[in-house]
T-cell receptor, first 118, second 113 residues
């Protein structure tokens, strides 16, 4: 149980284009999902908190107009990197908090998406 | 605001031996959780162990246990009987509730056969 998927696992795009990354909780409902970014040989940095049916909450320094987040259902959150540039190249990881086990406060992580912007 | 500090960039241990990874944290929250995650080369984050801050008893999961010192804000991970499959990056994290996690910089664990 508690499986989170991400799609795509790897994407290469040209500078100036937009890329959408999907995060799905496969066997549980998640009212809250989180998006993290991990640069090579570094730790995970929280970008934003995605709440089903409401606007995302962004961490300080994260451009909300560049990283669009939509959480339209209890099992799906999407991150769209708009007008991507080479400096946006990174590993993007989502996690989902099991609503049914909210008291445990455990986040289950997706396998990540490697974005390369040429 | 929360901060998590892992002061050991890399640790090495002989197979079957015991190793302890250090972690200190700082938080203004009164109710929080602490976690250790493992990230192998596949980069999939795997939950190793979690600790509720309000519980005094140290969490254990098979060969993995923690030493939680709340007053000192310390949360170390002990791995007993180290196995080759334990080799990975280990991240300490704090958080809880509707908030995302704050991670330390990680410790690269090497298992010597």
């Amino acid at each position: 149980g508690a499986v989170v998927s991400q799609h795509p696992s790897w994407v290469i795009c040209k500078s100036g284009t937009s890329v959408k990354i999907e995060c799905r909780s496969l066997d549980f409902q998640a009212t809250t999902m989180f998006w993290y970014r991990q640069f090579p040989k570094q730790s995970l940095m929280l970008m934003a908190t995605s709440n089903e049916g409401s606007k995302a909450t962004y961490e300080q320094g994260v451009e909300k107009d560049k990283f669009l987040i939509n959480h339209a259902s209890l099992t799906l959150s999407t991150l769209t990197v708009t007008s991507a540039h080479p400096e946006d190249s990174s590993f993007y990881i989502c996690s989902a908090r099991d609503s049914g086990l909210a008291s445990t406060d455990t986040q289950y992580f997706g396998p990540g998406t490697r974005l390369t912007v040429l | 605001a929360q901060t998590v500090t892992q002061s050991q960039p890399e640790m090495s241990v002989q197979e079957a031996e015991t190793v302890t990874l250090s972690c200190t944290y700082d938080t203004s929250e009164s109710d929080y959780y602490l976690f250790w995650y493992k990230q192998p080369p596949s980069r999939q984050m795997i939950l190793v162990i979690r600790q509720e801050a309000y519980k005094q008893q140290n969490a254990t999961e098979n060969r993995f246990s923690v030493n939680f010192q709340k007053a000192a804000k310390s949360f170390s991970l002990k791995i007993s009987d180290s196995q080759l499959g334990d080799a990975a990056m280990y991240f300490c994290a704090s958080g809880g509730g509707a908030d995302g996690l704050t991670f330390g910089k990680g410790t690269h664990l090497i298992i010597q056969p």
